[in-house]
């Protein structure tokens, strides 16, 4: 995404004050690209921060200590922070998938995951693929931040 050029007068709202209070919500953990949660499983793990994960292509599904979802494609998963679970896979399947972990999120949206545990989104392919590419704009950014990216 290419920003245009401002007047002065524009940048000037955007003060470290104005920002300050964001910072919470700021993107803390960025994650892009193929799995294979059938042959390499993760350990379940407590989430310490909001998680929005998208299967952009494949099969995969959340998996609680108690619980596992039948294998999903194409799906948004967003869950609370204090989550504790890992992904379950397709076998050697791949899957890929983009991850986006905050801090914290609009009241509204907190209300409804904390209501049911947990939500699940149907994405269309428009919507895989535009989810894919953000993840990929980001990566730079997140990875090599510079003076501005705060």
Known sequence: MRFRAAALNDWERFTPDSVAPNV???LRYLGVGPRQFGLYPLKPL???NWEFFAVVKG???PLGRDDASPLASRMLWVTAPGSSHTWAGDGP???HVAVFHFGSV???LEAIVREHGQIA???TPAECARLEAL???LQPEYHQP???SN
Do not use: E, I
């Open 59 to 61: 099969r995969c599904a």
């Open 135 to 137: 993840a990929r704009q």
């Open 24 to 26: 919470d919500g700021m």
């Open 106 to 108: 609009p009241a509204a």
């Open 146 to 148: 510079n003076h501005l």
């Open 46 to 48: 407590a989430r310490m």
């Open 121 to 123: 989104l149907k994405l």
């Open 93 to 95: 399947s791949t899957v």
